[in-house]
T-cell receptor, first 116, second 118 residues
Framework: AQSVTQLDSQVPVFEEAPVELRCNYS??????LFWYVQYPNQGLQLLLK????STLVKGINGFEAEFNKSQTSFHLRKPSVHISDTAEYFC??????????????WGLGTSLAVNP | GAVVSQHPSWVICKSGTSVKIECRSL??????MFWYRQFPKQSLMLMAT?????????EQGVEKDKFLINHASLTLSTLTVTSAHPEDSSFYIC??????????????FGPGTRLTVL
């Protein structure tokens, strides 16, 4: 069965410090990988995605993630965070379902709190 | 492109009443729509998947008579919470997927609806 594990439920960090949010997945089939951000009381916004090709993926707001197939990881990084990055971050994998359809498997989320 | 809207963005209702939430794909045809529920500080829980013109497929543990889903057109799906109770209070998020998603089958998310049942 497929699963997604976000290793840290909460990550406090000071402004302008680097941050890494960890995500590991388990799947016996090929996956697509996503990171979404959710600001308070808002819906989900796609940060970045890995489909194929280069394992280093750059997204919006200065975030990037690296796909590591051997470690089945897709950690999210930002070299210098801002107060405005305070939000909930979700890692998700897209796996085959019936026919040509795919479904999303979600991690439990990591709450990033950026302090001044 | 690929914008999904939800209405209302928040709703407060009395216990025992029914509430309808709309999910619309504004600039593409959504052959499939998904309804998620999110409790505070938790991840998204898929409630059901609806394909246009057919009955929704509910996830295990989700009461289909409690959460009525209609996907009557390629741009609109509705979720009706019937006889709502305080424990139904939650953040409900829809997503839509269409032919434009291609082989990726990417889902595009709505902004969510905050339901509070008093």
């Amino acid at each position: 069965a497929q699963s997604v594990t976000q290793l840290d439920s909460q990550v406090p960090v000071f402004e302008e410090a680097p941050v890494e949010l960890r995500c590991n997945y388990s799947s016996s089939v090929s996956v697509y990988l996503f990171w979404y951000v959710q600001y308070p009381n808002q819906g989900l916004q796609l940060l970045l995605k890995y489909l194929s090709g280069s394992t280093l993926v750059k997204g919006i707001n200065g975030f990037e993630a690296e796909f590591n197939k051997s470690q089945t990881s897709f950690h999210l990084r930002k070299p210098s965070v801002h107060i405005s990055d305070t939000a909930e971050y979700f890692c998700a994998v897209s796996v085959p379902e019936t026919g040509n359809n795919r479904k999303l498997i979600w991690g439990l989320g990591t709450s990033l709190a950026v302090n001044p | 492109g690929a914008v999904v809207s939800q209405h209302p963005s928040w709703v407060i209702c009395k216990s025992g009443t029914s509430v309808k939430i709309e999910c619309r794909s504004l600039d593409f045809q959504a052959t499939t729509m998904f309804w998620y529920r999110q409790f505070p500080k938790q991840s998204l829980m898929l409630m059901a998947t609806s394909n246009e013109g057919s009955k929704a497929t509910y996830e295990q543990g989700v009461e289909k008579d409690k959460f009525l889903i209609n996907h009557a057109s390629l741009t609109l799906s509705t979720l009706t919470v019937t006889s709502a109770h305080p424990e139904d209070s939650s953040f409900y998020i829809c997503s839509a997927r269409g032919a434009a998603s291609g082989s990726l089958n990417e889902q595009f998310f709505g902004p969510g609806t905050r339901l509070t049942v008093l």
